[in-house]
């Protein structure tokens, strides 16, 4: 059966505000799962997951992986390296491959944009997209929602500003998806190098100084600096990159209201964000990656076909 | 000898000679021995009724990849043959990324017999401008153009180093042929897999931005000016190269220009799905860049339609989009597309489209044929200019089937296609049978 979401979640981009809010909804009574001393309901109870990962990750696989378990499901965790994907071979036949052994889903992570798509339009099983190269990173974003909305109580009217790296940055293209469906104003700020070409045309707001976002927004999605731009040239160096765009706690003093600090992870402590903000009071970092644990079990559910619902009784183990 | 043959009743266009007009065209001896209109047939003629059809000079491509050597999986100077045939064409020129690369006499030659030995549209060699299209040193120019290379290219490779654009531009001079350049500045270009804009923002695709294409152009023409040599530019696709191509014509600069069918008519969004049939190099632009290479072509300023034909292994193209090699066939397609686009939907006349595709292409190549001039080789396309017909891949002759204009109705393509007098391609329901 094919749920509210369709067959995949390849991005948000592809979602209605409905979809969207159907997420975040069915998501609040997986949060009370896993503060239970047995973490488990039987909702996917007989489903095959597969996790594949071409690309190196821990908290999103881990998170994943957290998500189908308590749900009950069985998974398999296939990495790039030491499978056959090493051994040349293609995207289609592993997943051909995995398919012929009759799994239900496919969670995939990939260097390439569109993978996740390209693997949909061609098994039958649901995809779930755990980021494509620099496409989308739905999942994220959709934790990232969920903890704004969790700390905010809304999400529409709310000035939300992404720094960094955005020209890199799935989690970027999927937050602003996510944050203008859900009617929230999106704000951008970093070094041009590091901005796609029409981005203000996707409706967001420009900065080019740390100064005027902090000014302008309420919170502050921090994107992590991959050390190898500066090798590629994109930025001179990490020293100046932090002197003139890092979110310190002295330039978030000079804020007119604390601004709510969010980072999709792994930090770079004194590179684009200070210790001291990260670890600070306004830090909803770790709210994240709790939140991103019952964001997914909601993905899985819904796509497997659940109804959201049942997803209160699912919670009890009652289905 | 051969029968002769007489092509009866069609629409005569030559663009050499300014001639379009109802006529009969008698070929005798592998030569055009006549054009005129009530012409009688000689005994023992073959004689085809060809009445609302075009009989036009055989269309030209002075820009294809046969694959061979290398990759006869995906195809073969035979098969690249038959298929040109197919798209009306009776010449083509195949580019010398071969494997391994056509770069040296013998290479040449054997592309020359391949041609022969098919029999079908006449298949140019262009040899490589440096030894292994590696960018450093000259290939031996006079021995390729000996054994019967038409041009030289490291197409597929642009040339970076400006001192050996000049030099081959240089040395080319001494056998009149032209310098083809893929422009491309390789640190811009880098990594990218399609048009830098909009579309490959929301696909977090890398792009490759227009300025890539026409730094080089700019610097083609420079060298152009500097050497007094004639540069071809291979599949111009900004507005930006075409307005550079422009001001460089009208300073006498010897620079030639070719457009492909897809870059006049498909946009980066094309890409929209991930469809790798929309990743070629260079990359499909936007609505303003067709507008100005439509522009450019009526003109003239853009002196032709190439098309890059560049055939894939399906399961090459069956990959994610960063992953899938650039290029997609066009032979059989290139004709129809065009037409419909450009003529049926305004802009082009039906001459000038014929003039783009065999007398100027043939002109600046320097190649026999591209007219219908008596004692002329007998070089001939007759199109049908009416009939819908539907891409099927399947039904294709070239080996490949990488094709983006799969499914797409086109109005106009060859009923008939002689090389020498000697008919290489029939449509089943061929005229006056």
């Keep these: 059966m094919t749920a509210a979401l369709g067959k995949d979640l390849v991005g948000l981009e592809r979602l209605s505000p409905d979809q969207i809010r159907l997420i975040l909804d069915t998501a609040e009574p997986f949060k009370e799962v896993s503060e239970r001393p047995i973490k488990k309901v039987p909702a996917l109870r007989g489903k095959t997951i597969v996790n594949l990962f071409f690309e190196a990750s821990t908290r999103t696989r881990i998170s994943f992986e957290f998500a189908e378990k308590?749900?009950?499901?069985?998974?398999?965790?296939?990495a790039a390296s030491g499978s056959a994907v090493q051994k040349g071979e293609t995207l289609v036949d592993t997943a051909r491959n995995l398919e012929a052994m009759r799994i239900d889903m496919v969670v995939i992570r990939h260097p390439s944009s569109g993978a996740a798509a390209f693997l949909g339009d061609r098994i039958r099983s649901n995809v779930v997209n755990a980021g494509d190269g620099k496409h989308e990173h739905p999942t994220q974003a959709l934790l990232d929602l969920l903890t704004i909305r969790d700390k905010h109580g809304k999400i529409a009217g709310l000035k939300v500003c992404l720094v960094g790296d955005v020209l890199h940055s799935r989690v970027a293209r999927s937050n602003i998806w996510g944050l203008s469906k859900l009617g929230a104003e999106v704000g951008v700020c970093g070094p041009d190098t590091l901005m796609p070409r029409g981005i203000e045309e996707l409706g967001v707001c420009r900065f080019r100084r740390i100064e005027e976002?902090?000014?302008?927004?309420?919170?502050?999605?921090?994107?992590?600096?991959?050390?190898?731009?500066m090798e590629m040239g994109f930025i001179p160096s990490v020293r100046e990159y932090y002197r003139v765009f890092g979110v310190t706690l002295e330039r978030l003093e000079k804020a007119p209201r604390p601004l709510t600090i969010m980072h999709p992870g792994p930090m770079n402590r004194g590179v684009e964000i200070d210790s001291r903000v990260a670890d600070g009071p306004h830090s909803v970092i770790l709210d994240q990656v709790t939140n991103g644990v019952a964001v997914r079990m909601a993905v899985l559910y819904l796509l497997a076909g659940g109804r959201p619902e049942l997803a209160d009784a699912a919670k009890r183990g009652a289905e | 000898?051969?029968?002769?043959?007489?092509?009866?009743?069609?629409?005569?266009?030559?663009?050499?000679?300014?001639?379009?007009?109802?006529?009969?065209?008698?070929?005798?001896?592998?030569?055009?021995?006549?054009?005129?209109?009530?012409?009688?047939?000689?005994?023992?003629?073959?004689?085809?009724?060809?009445?609302?059809?075009?009989?036009?000079?055989?269309?030209?491509?002075?820009?294809?990849?046969?694959?061979?050597?290398?990759?006869?999986?995906?195809?073969?100077?035979?098969?690249?043959?038959?298929?040109?045939?197919?798209?009306?064409?009776?010449a083509v020129c195949a580019m010398p990324n071969t494997d391994p690369v056509t770069d040296n006499q013998a290479?040449?030659?054997?592309?020359?017999?391949?041609?022969?030995?098919?029999?079908?549209?006449?298949?140019?060699?262009?040899?490589?401008?440096?030894?292994?299209?590696?960018?450093?040193?000259?290939?031996?120019?006079?021995?390729?153009?000996?054994?019967?290379?038409?041009?030289?290219?490291?197409?597929?490779?642009?040339?970076?180093?400006?001192?050996?654009?000049?030099?081959?531009?240089?040395?080319?001079?001494?056998?009149e042929i032209p310098v083809a350049d893929h422009c491309e500045e390789p640190t811009l270009a880098s990594g990218g897999v399609m048009h830098e804009g909009l579309v490959s923002t929301r696909l977090g695709l890398k792009g490759i931005p227009a300025a890539a294409e026409e730094i080089m152009v700019q610097r083609d023409i420079l060298l152009a000016e500097l050497t007094g040599g004639h540069v071809h530019l291979c599949h111009v696709s900004t507005r930006g190269s075409v307005e550079l191509i422009r001001r460089a014509k009208?300073?006498?600069?010897?620079?030639?220009?070719?457009?492909?069918?897809?870059?006049?008519?498909?946009?980066?969004?094309?890409?929209?799905?991930?469809?790798?049939?929309?990743?070629?190099?260079?990359?499909?632009?936007?609505?303003?860049?067709?507008a100005a290479l439509r522009q450019g072509l009526k003109e003239g300023v853009i002196d032709c339609v190439a098309s890059d034909h560049a055939p894939h292994a399906y399961?090459?193209?069956?990959?994610?989009?960063?992953?899938?090699?650039?290029?997609?066939?066009?032979?059989?397609?290139?004709?129809?597309?065009?037409?419909?686009?450009?003529?049926?939907?305004?802009?082009?006349?039906?001459?000038?489209?014929?003039?783009?595709?065999?007398?100027?292409?043939?002109?600046?190549?320097?190649?026999?044929?591209?007219?219908?001039?008596?004692?002329?080789?007998?070089?001939?396309?007759?199109?049908?200019?009416?009939?819908?017909?539907?891409?099927?891949?399947?039904?294709?002759?070239?080996?490949?089937?990488?094709?983006?204009?799969?499914?797409?109705?086109?109005?106009?393509?060859?009923?008939?296609?002689?090389?020498?007098?000697?008919i290489v391609h029939e449509l089943e329901a061929a005229p006056g049978r």
């Design chain 2, 315 to 422: 399961d090459a193209k069956e990959a994610a989009f960063d992953d899938a090699p650039f290029g997609i066939i066009g032979l059989e397609t290139a004709f129809g597309v065009v037409h419909t686009e450009l003529v049926l939907n305004g802009g082009l006349t039906l001459p000038e489209l014929i003039a783009r595709m065999s007398s100027a292409p043939a002109a600046a190549f320097r190649l026999p044929g591209g007219t219908l001039q008596p004692g002329a080789v007998a070089d001939v396309v007759v199109l049908d200019t009416t009939t819908r017909w539907s891409v099927d891949p399947a039904t294709l002759r070239s080996k490949s089937r990488n094709t983006p204009f799969a499914g797409r109705t086109l109005t106009g393509r060859a009923a008939l296609t002689l090389v020498g007098g000697t």
């Design chain 1, 213 to 229: 976002a902090i000014e302008w927004a309420d919170v502050l999605n921090v994107l992590r600096l991959q050390l190898e731009r």
């Design chain 2, 1 to 90: 000898m051969t029968r002769p043959l007489l092509l009866s009743g069609g629409r005569v266009i030559d663009p050499r000679r300014g001639f379009d007009q109802p006529a009969d065209v008698l070929i005798q001896d592998g030569k055009i021995a006549a054009v005129k209109a009530g012409l009688g047939a000689p005994d023992g003629a073959d004689v085809r009724d060809v009445r609302g059809h075009v009989v036009a000079p055989g269309l030209v491509d002075v820009h294809v990849h046969l694959r061979e050597p290398g990759n006869e999986d995906v195809e073969t100077i035979a098969t690249g043959a038959r298929a040109a045939a197919a798209g009306g064409f009776s």
């Design chain 1, 70 to 78: 308590r749900l009950s499901a069985d998974t398999v965790n296939v």
């Design chain 2, 250 to 290: 009208q300073q006498g600069i010897r620079v030639t220009a070719e457009v492909t069918p897809h870059h006049l008519t498909l946009t980066d969004q094309a890409c929209e799905t991930y469809d790798t049939h929309a990743k070629m190099s260079p990359p499909l632009r936007e609505a303003a860049d067709i």
């Design chain 2, 107 to 175: 290479a040449v030659g054997f592309i020359v017999r391949q041609s022969a030995r098919a029999g079908l549209t006449r298949v140019y060699p262009i040899g490589a401008i440096s030894v292994g299209q590696r960018g450093e040193r000259l290939s031996e120019f006079g021995e390729m153009v000996g054994a019967g290379a038409v041009a030289v290219s490291d197409d597929g490779r642009p040339v970076v180093s400006s001192h050996l654009m000049r030099t081959a531009l240089e040395y080319a001079r001494t056998f």
